[in-house]
C-alpha cells in the first residue's frame, strides 16, 4: 500500500472512532437522563446475590448449550430467590426498631415500625444533619423503610408518641435527658425501659429506676466519665455509642 493510501486508512480510522466516541458518549448521556437511571437504596444479602449469579450463569449454559436442563435450574433459583425476598418483606413489615446511631458531632435516633420510620435529630444544626446521612442511610435501605417522618415536636401516631423528653415505643417508654431537661420530683414514680442522654449534660440518677441508659454520640468523653460514675453508683447498666458503635433495640431482626 502507497504512502498515500496509508494516509487515506488512516483517516478513515480516525474518523471512525471519532463517531464512536461521539455515539458512546450521547448514549451514556441519555441513560444518565432516563428516569430511575440512577437506582439506590436496594440491599440483598450475600446468598441472595449468590443465587441471582447462579441464575445468570444457567441462563448462559441453557442459551450456549440448548439444554433445557439449565433453564429449568435458572427458573428454581428465581422461585428460590423470590420466595426469600417475600419473607424478608414480611420480616420487615413486622419489624419494631430503636436505632441510636454513632454519628459525629449530632444525634440521630430512629424508631421504625413496619415500613414507617420516625426520626429524633437531637440537633438543629442543618449541615449536621445533611452529614449524618452518611452514616444512616445505609441500615435504613437494609430494613427496606418506605416513609420517614421527622419528629420536631409533641406528636401522637399508632406505636409512637412523643411529648417533650417523653417518648413511648410500642411498650418501651424511653426519656430523653439533655441539657435543657430539668429532672422531676416525682421521677422515681416512673419505671424506664431506656434513659438516651446527649449533649453535655450533668445527671443526677438518685431515684431513677431505669433497665439502661444509652450514651449518645454528642456526648464528650469528659461528660460520659461522669456519667458512668452515677451509673456505677446506682448499679445502672449503660452504653456509650462512642465506645461501642450503634445501640439497636429489635424485637424482629
Same mark, same amino acid.
Do not use: H
Given at each position: ?23 458512546? &458518549? ?39 448449550? =440448548?439444554?433445557?436442563?439449565?433453564? =429449568? ?11 426469600? $425476598?417475600? $419473607? ?48 444512616? $442511610? &445505609? ?8 416513609? $420517614?417522618? *421527622?419528629?420536631?415536636?409533641? *406528636? ?8 417533650? &423528653?417523653?417518648?413511648?415505643?410500642? /411498650? ?36 431513677? /429506676? ?16 461522669e456519667i458512668k460514675k452515677e451509673c456505677l453508683k446506682w448499679d445502672i447498666p449503660f452504653y456509650n455509642v462512642n465506645e461501642s458503635g ?8
Amino acid at each position: 500500500m502507497t504512502a498515500t493510501g496509508f494516509a487515506f486508512a488512516e483517516n478513515i480510522v480516525s474518523f471512525l472512532l471519532n463517531k464512536l466516541l461521539y455515539s458512546l &458518549n450521547y448514549s451514556v448521556n441519555w441513560v444518565e437522563s432516563l428516569s430511575y437511571s440512577n437506582t439506590v437504596g436496594i440491599t440483598i444479602s450475600a446468598f441472595e446475590t449468590v443465587v441471582l449469579y447462579f441464575i445468570i450463569i444457567a441462563v448462559l449454559l441453557s442459551i450456549s448449550s =440448548r439444554k433445557s436442563k439449565f433453564l =429449568r435450574f435458572a427458573l428454581f433459583l428465581l422461585i428460590l430467590f423470590t420466595a426469600f $425476598q417475600l $419473607q424478608e418483606k414480611k420480616t420487615m413489615q413486622d419489624q419494631r426498631i430503636m436505632v441510636v446511631y454513632d454519628t459525629p458531632s449530632t444525634s440521630v435516633i430512629d424508631f421504625m415500625d413496619g415500613f414507617n420510620n420516625y426520626t429524633l435529630y437531637l440537633s438543629d444544626t442543618t449541615t449536621k444533619l445533611a452529614s449524618s446521612d452518611f452514616y444512616t $442511610q &445505609n441500615f435504613r435501605w437494609e430494613r427496606r423503610l418506605k416513609k $420517614q417522618e *421527622v419528629i420536631t415536636s409533641d *406528636v401522637k401516631r399508632s406505636n409512637f408518641y412523643r411529648s417533650k &423528653n417523653f417518648v413511648q415505643f410500642f /411498650n418501651k417508654k424511653i426519656l430523653l435527658w439533655d441539657d435543657g431537661f430539668v429532672k422531676p420530683e416525682n421521677i422515681s414514680a416512673t419505671s424506664w425501659d431506656y434513659i438516651i442522654v446527649s449533649a453535655k449534660t450533668k445527671i443526677n440518677l438518685e431515684n431513677i /429506676n431505669v433497665k439502661q441508659l444509652i450514651i449518645e454520640s454528642s456526648v464528650p468523653y469528659y461528660n460520659f466519665l461522669e456519667i458512668k460514675k452515677e451509673c456505677l453508683k446506682w448499679d445502672i447498666p449503660f452504653y456509650n455509642v462512642n465506645e461501642s458503635g450503634a445501640f439497636i433495640y429489635s424485637s424482629c431482626q
